[in-house]
């Protein structure tokens, strides 16, 4: 998605950036996990595929993707690139041509030394600002692997609530209605987030 092409988020734990041709070498390592390509449904691709993959999320339009970084790291020190940073990825996909007002979200913590310190989290919650802020939306959904049971119980300590269960797909579908209660929670949670410029293959932090 071009909106989000030159804007950085800065929380307490993650920095989320766009997908550059930067991060596609560190992303194409991650993806030769066969545990991340069950969890996340994917196959593997070639080095040049990733490359084609990551120029065709920046264009399409109902794709909106962040790299998440380690904040800690990244902020350490002057010139740290974003590659040795990175601990994963968050998504919102905008497919339901019915419903413009409905996202799709799921997020990926790849870097095993990151997880379980609440950047998945953080990253969720940053990226539905940006979702109800930025882009209007007023629902989210996702979409989680049956036996992914810390990222379900993440979800629902978000307020996202059980919907469906696929048994044909193994997965299970939550769903989070952005009330005005639900909004104001959200600000508040996402209260210390800064949104900056981006300039394109930026290594310093701004």
């Known amino acids: 998605m071009r909106l989000n092409q030159n804007t950085l988020l800065l929380g307490k734990k993650v920095v989320l950036v766009p997908y550059t041709s930067e991060h596609v070498p560190r992303y194409h390592e991650w993806m030769k996990s066969e545990e991340l390509q069950r969890l996340t449904a994917s196959e593997p691709l070639t080095l040049e595929q ?11 339009a109902d794709k ?12 350490a020190q002057s010139g740290t690139s974003e590659e040795s940073c990175m601990a994963g990825d968050v998504n919102l996909f905008l497919t339901d041509l ?24 953080e990253a ?7 979702g109800v802020t930025r882009l209007g939306l007023t629902k989210f959904e996702a979409k989680i692997g049956q036996g992914n049971e810390p990222s379900i119980r993440m ?9 469906a269960v696929s048994s044909v797909f193994q997965e299970v579908t939550l769903r989070l209605m952005m009330s005005e209660l639900e909004r ?6 996402t209260s210390h987030v800064q949104e900056k410029p981006y300039r394109d293959g930026a290594s310093e932090a701004c």
């Open 124 to 130: 969720v919650l940053m990226m539905m600002l940006y």
């Open 64 to 75: 909106c993707t962040f790299i998440v970084l380690d904040a800690e790291k990244w902020l």
């Open 98 to 121: 019915g419903d413009p007002s409905l996202g799709e979200i799921e997020v990926m913590i790849a870097e095993p030394s990151c997880r379980g310190q609440g950047l998945g989290t």
């Open 155 to 163: 979800f629902r300590k978000l307020h996202f609530e059980q919907v």
């Open 50 to 60: 990733e490359y084609a993959m990551q120029r065709s999320w920046r264009e399409d």
């Open 184 to 189: 104001q929670w959200l600000l508040e949670q």
